[in-house]
């Protein structure tokens, strides 16, 4: 389903910066004695990952910028002075390209972001240190709303893991229908809700309520998606407005 990212020589992915004429200079990572062997191959890969080397270069926070600007490039989910609410912000990569595309520096749109971990100040959004799941998280996002709604929710939040396959599934997936459920809640007629899930076969209530709500629900794995990952996100667009 995703392309991979281009090669050597190569153009860079739709709506990315990579882009062709750069030397691919891959870099080997041998085990050392203090090394694990799964440490030398997280290692082989940042260092030679095209979209690890071009946040470095944009400024960006991390290379998971790149996949909503890959699905924005396809989608068109974001515009000029929309009211976007970013869960699950940290570091602040998906809230850099939002503040870009709504333009809420120029005081045109608005980006609140959310994380219990520290995000260090990004031009244009207001950042809230708060666990989206604590009881006064979705008040305290409404308040900061123009207009009491918004027109873009999305979340790159994944729950913490135990390591058991299936119970972490179960809780990445009540993530996210946490998130869907405040979606649903805060939005305006029209609005979009982006969020990542884990293919694994327990989306089928997720799914029913997006499809209950929106004109448009589909499965989008952007190319700055690892292709060996189970990473996916759900895109619900053409939210249909309070019942």
């Not at 123009?146 to 390591?163: C, L, Q, W």
Request: hydrophobic share 40%; with cysteine.
């Amino acid at each position: 389903m995703a392309k991979k990212a281009a090669g050597k020589g190569g153009a860079g992915p739709k709506g990315s910066s990579l882009s062709g004429g750069q030397r691919d200079l891959r870099v080997n990572v041998k085990t050392a004695r203090k090394r694990s062997a799964s440490s030398a191959r997280w290692l082989d890969r940042q260092l030679n990952d095209p979209y690890v080397a071009a946040s470095k270069r944009d400024g960006m926070r991390s290379r998971a910028a790149y996949k909503l600007k890959e699905i924005d490039a396809r989608y068109a989910i974001l515009k000029s002075g929309q009211r976007v609410i970013d869960l699950g912000a940290a570091p602040g990569g998906w809230s850099q390209i939002a503040a870009d595309k709504v333009k809420s520096l120029e005081g045109k749109g608005q980006v609140i972001a959310i994380d219990y971990l520290g995000v260090e100040p990004i031009p244009g959004v207001d950042i809230l240190e708060l666990d989206f799941t604590d009881a006064s998280a979705e008040p305290l996002l409404k308040s900061k709303l123009r207009d009491g709604s918004a027109d873009v929710v999305m979340s790159d939040m994944a729950a913490p893991t135990v390591g058991h396959t299936g119970t972490d599934h179960l809780r990445i997936m009540g993530l996210a229908e946490q998130a869907a459920a405040f979606a649903i809640d805060v939005l305006a007629p029209g609005g979009a809700f982006l969020c990542k899930v884990f293919q694994g076969g327990t989306e089928k209530d997720l799914l029913a309520m997006l499809k209950k709500n929106f004109a448009v629900v589909r499965h989008v794995k952007p190319p700055a998606s690892r292709s060996d990952s189970a990473e996916l996100y759900v895109l619900a667009t053409g939210f249909r407005g309070a019942a």
